[in-house]
């Protein structure tokens, strides 16, 4: 069946509904090139994810189109000792099955969130314990002062206790496992949307919740997201009108798109940086042809990496000039940027082979990269790339690329199964220290969730630490900066690039595209 008999289906479905649809109810195709991982909200940290589960999940925070900070779950907060933040829930909120939110839904969310399957650990890492106060207010208990934890919550759904013990899915499952329960394929939040169907790489459709507390700007009854992997069939759905929006554009394509009639292209900066990480805690590669020791905890061998890869024609001629190159791992917009400290070095394979003759390896040695090739601008040209790169400095690397599930469950916890990757993170929090907690710190969990290969420094976990509960902004800036000196002369990651948000729609659709990739379908119209 095709995506424009599908609509007409759709659309016909909820003109059946009675009374349910007004005149100004309308039906909405999108599409991607890759899929949610699941309909479990704690089972995935990637923004596409929590973006779609943003529609059916609500936290008690939430961001606003210029990533504001305003009430959604709880209609105020405030920090009642510098340990302890309360938070005040909204009254005659429900659940889509017509369960009242209360305090207990709150702290059995935060003992979810934090169970070792949670890949959202590191999110609410700072507080130790929720505590119903009564039915409508919870304190959070940080410990430790955490001046930031607002900022940390926006990405925390609340799920109901109650659906979640009658449906046994009390615990998340840990995806790279296999394993499943009723919460991968099955939703049930306080949100805008309902969970309609859900078919795995292929199609998902979420319905308006009639009983929502707040109210949709937009007037999107049906939400149909569509998977098509291919970039030439996605922009093909689009221009033939079969799709009314394509959340990821092929840089390629874009000025088709723009000078094509009845269609709008719509970019801007993102916060997202693209970077390259490295196994640096085992004692010997997974799979290079080197044994006995790992080539990647040199810091020559590592430098000499940066040094072979020509960021400038990765961005000119992959990106096709949207991308900005950085030598930060968080961008402009984030807390902590530094622009002194965003020189990135120049692209010298002399120097880099120099470099590796001098850590032992004159006639370079073999590995393998993991990258996905549905998650980010071009990421499979992005590493093929990469590879080309090394190889002039004699370093052979076996390029899997893959879907980002697959991907994924590969490189994440428990395993680590990779030698070098390509990733891309937007902090949260918009403020560097939900990279350096996340990404940087060292692996003990949920500290460093996404250090896949294994950076450390004691020196940096001591500033991470002081960063955490230091409310002067001055210090905290001071710290911040301090551990981008450090990371940069360990070369602990690659940075890349920050990568430019490229959607296109038909001009009869309004939307709004936040710095952060985030598509809340509540601000959607149809005209």
Known sequence: MSYRLLGLVAALSLAALAGSASASAAVFRWANDGDVSSMDPYTRNETVQLSFLANIYEPLIRRNKELGLEPSLAVKWEQT?????????????????????????????????KSPNSVLRATLGSVKEARKVDNLTVDFDTGKPDPILPQELTTFGIMSKAWAEKNNAVEPVNLSSGQENYAIRHAMGTGPYVLVSREPDRRTVIEA?????????????????????????RVAALLSGEIDMIYSVPPQDMDRIKH??????????????????????RDELLRSNIKGKNPLKDVRVREAFALAIDEAAIASRIMRGQAHPTWQMWGPGVNGFDKAQNERPKADPAKAKQLLAEAGYPNGFSMSMDCPN???????????????????????????????????????????????????WTPATYDAHNALYNLIATRKLPQGEVNYGGYSNPQMDDLIASIGVEADPAKRDAMIHQATAILQKDFGYIPLHQQMIAWAARKNIELVQMADNYFPLRFVKVK
């Not at 909204?90 to 889509?96: A, I, L, P």
């Not at 292209?265 to 490295?278: A, D, N």
Request: net charge neutral; proline share 4%.
């Open 81 to 113: 000792s510098p340990t302890v933040w309360r938070f005040h829930l909204r009254e005659g909120v429900k659940f889509t099955d017509g369960t009242p939110l209360t305090a207990d839904d709150v702290v059995f969310s935060l003992g979810r969130v």
């Open 209 to 233: 919740n009639p009983n929502w507390w707040d109210k949709r700007e937009g007037n999107v009854t049906r939400s149909e997201f569509n998977v098509i992997s291919n970039a030439s069939t």
């Open 260 to 281: 094509t009639e009845g269609l709008k292209l719509i970019t801007g900066p993102e916060l997202r940086t693209i970077f390259l990480g490295m196994d640096q805690w």
């Open 374 to 424: 549905d998650r980010y601008v071009n990421d499979e040209a992005i590493c093929t790339a990469v590879v080309a790169m090394l190889a002039r400095i004699g370093v052979k690397v076996d390029l899997t690329a893959q879907t980002k599930i697959r991907f994924f469950s590969k490189i994440a916890a428990p395993a680590y199964d990779t030698d070098f990757y390509m990733l891309g």
